[in-house]
């Protein structure tokens, strides 16, 4: 093909994915059915006489390939956490700590806020699933710190960002496939991410504190039945009491990663049993609970595995039409240096995390961006941090934002989407602001898994 016209093809490859992409059809099947209609007209071009690459059509969508990607041993791991995830959400060890954290921090001005990022700490490092996260702390946490006085956006947008922190501090199902997609071990990366979670979530904390200071009308203090000294060690008890097995949970799992001692894989499966032993110390396993937990965990599968099929065949035909060379030139060709591409794709993932979940995100963009950060010598560990916490924001971001969706789901009466837009606009701030630390100072990445082994 001319490069002019495999420039127009491969352009109108994205704008037809796009314009089917907006009808609310699935985007697996978009995904797939946009590769077979190019890969069709790319060999209608190859008859027509045209030069298109003749290893486009049903050999690049064959069965060796999803084969083959189906059968990629570092995706083990991503349905045994999510069923670690659904059966801690059953076990209702969120709801507990939760109730002794907002006892204990009940004397401190935004304490209930401060404990709905603790909690969601916590979540984050022994779930990582946040439709379950935004939900249970939505249902827990923000009726009553309505009742508490808060302002209905600040309540709103501390629930919001703290149930989506599971998506980047390990064991994160996104990390898992990152992982994959840029040839990255899944244990580099569940180290590299642990001190930019937490430095995300101290940013949320210190924020939360600021504004309980100094607008007291948005993060009011305490009610008077929340000061009462006596039962401040009581509580502290009730917390180290409920604490003890979360904490060891996670330490099973993420200790048994960032020491060797297992694989991710190996480490998931201790996770998942772990967890459902949890439920069944606290009386909360049965028959009912473990079909409920399995079928969650088969459709939260399936779906992430769908479009993983989906945006497989559309790599395959967008690689075979030229369209990786595409964007590879047009990337490099810009004025920049390394460290300014790198900021021009933060940019570009976070204005596609408007209107793309992170998996379409991270399955499309990825596999294209790889060549580029691996020619120009960019650190692929630092880099697909970055990309992890820019997609932060794709969870809080109108109008595809999932974690707004699922909020706005279990919000009492009267939280309006207006009330929640406005209530995240200072998190999502808060996640670039982190962003740009990480992107300051590559060692928060690196560091951590050049010395763990």
């Known amino acids: 093909m001319e490069p002019d016209l495999n420039l127009v093809f491969v352009l109108l490859m994205f704008a037809v994915f796009i314009g089917l992409l907006v009808t609310g059809y699935p985007v697996a099947f978009v995904l797939a059915g946009v590769a077979m209609i190019f890969a069709l007209a790319g060999e209608a071009l190859n008859h027509a006489g045209i030069d298109v690459d003749a ?17 990629s041993y570092g995706l083990v791991p991503l349905p045994l956490f999510i069923f670690m995830g659904h059966m801690l959400d059953k076990s209702g060890v969120a709801a507990e700590l939760l ?47 309505l009742e508490d006085r808060y302002r209905p956006e600040f309540a709103v947008g501390v629930v919001a960002s703290s149930g989506c922190l599971g998506i980047l501090l390990p064991p994160s ?14 244990g580099d990366l569940f180290l590299g991410a642990v001190f930019p979670g937490l430095i995300l979530a101290g940013l949320y904390a210190a924020y939360i504190a600021l504004v309980a200071r100094i607008r007291p009308d948005i993060a009011p203090g305490p009610p008077p039945r929340e000061r009462d ?49 949890l439920a069944l110390a606290r009386r909360r396993l049965d028959v009912a ?43 490099t060709a810009l004025p920049l240096g390394p460290s300014g591409i790198v900021l021009f794709l933060m940019g570009l993932v976070f204005a596609l995390g408007f209107f793309l979940d992170w998996i379409e995100i991270t399955l499309i963009v990825l596999p294209l961006v790889e060549p580029i950060t691996a020619a120009l010598g960019i650190d692929a560990l630092w880099f697909t941090i970055l990309v992890a916490m820019c997609l932060q924001t794709s969870f809080l971001t ?56």
């Open 99 to 145: 109730r002794a954290l907002q006892t204990l921090l009940g004397r401190v001005a935004g304490g209930l806020a401060l404990a709905v990022t603790l909690i969601g700490v916590i979540l984050a490092a022994s779930t990582g699933i946040i439709g379950a996260s935004v939900v249970l702390l939505g249902t827990l946490a923000l009726p009553a710190m």
């Open 55 to 71: 290893d486009l059509g049903y050999l690049g969508l064959g069965v060796d390939r999803i084969y083959g990607t189906m059968s």
């Open 398 to 453: 109108p109008p595809v934002g999932f974690a707004l969706f699922y909020l706005k789901g279990v919000s009492p009466a009267g939280i309006e989407l207006s009330h929640l837009y406005r209530g995240v606009a200072p998190f999502v701030a808060l996640q670039l602001l982190a962003l740009a630390i990480l992107f300051a100072w590559p060692r928060l990445a690196t560091w951590l898994p050049s010395v763990a082994y």
């Open 229 to 277: 000294p006596q039962g401040l060690a009581r509580a502290a008890l009730r917390l180290a009491r409920t604490l003890v097995a979360p904490l060891a949970l996670i330490v099973a799992v993420l200790g048994s990663i960032f020491f060797g001692v297992a694989s991710p894989s190996e480490a998931a499966g201790v996770g998942a049993a772990g967890a459902a032993l």
């Open 289 to 331: 609970t473990l079909r409920e937990v399995s079928r969650a965990t088969a459709r939260t599968t399936s779906f992430i595995f769908a479009i993983f099929l989906g945006a497989t065949c559309f790599s395959v035909v967008l690689r075979g039409l030229g369209g990786d060379a595409v964007i590879e030139s047009a990337i």
């Open 173 to 186: 199902i996104m990390l898992v496939l990152m992982a994959d997609q840029m040839q990255l071990s899944v």
